[in-house]
């Protein structure tokens, strides 16, 4: 079974920067897309950014320009930058990945992070 092991998130003030990561914890060949996704109280979970594995991303116009996703093809590892926070980012930042392919097995499956809290305090 592969776990999304999400790290980063915390406690920062608005304008501030975190980054989050999320790492794959067992061999598997490829990965099509890495997301992040996140659910602030009583909203459903959103898009936040997404890349694919030629480096193509998508991001939700809430956090363009402000918001950069990049992932290690080589760790199975994708990461969020995120600049310029604010309060309304607050929310469980959840990583999730597409089309995993694991060595040994058939299929391509799809898999989510525990999440991780972030909280911008203003």
């Known amino acids: 079974q592969v776990q999304l092991m999400e790290s980063g998130g915390g406690l920062v003030q608005a304008g501030g920067s975190l980054r989050v990561s999320c790492a794959a914890s067992?061999?598997?060949?490829?990965?099509?897309?890495m997301g992040w996704y996140r659910q602030a109280p009583g909203k459903q979970r959103e898009l936040v950014a997404v890349?694919?594995?030629?480096?193509?991303?998508n991001y939700a116009d809430s956090v363009k320009g402000r918001f950069t996703i990049s992932r290690d093809n080589a760790k199975n590892t994708v990461y969020l930058q995120m600049n310029s926070l604010k309060p309304e980012d607050t929310a469980v930042y959840y990583c999730?990945?597409?089309?995993?392919?694991?060595?040994?097995?058939?299929?391509?499956?799809?898999?989510w992070g525990q999440g991780t809290q972030v909280t911008v305090s203003s």
């Open positions: 890349i694919d594995s030629g480096g193509r991303t």
């Open positions: 999730k990945a597409r089309g995993v392919v694991r060595a040994g097995t058939a299929g391509a499956y799809m898999y």
């Open positions: 067992e061999t598997i060949l490829s990965i099509n897309d």
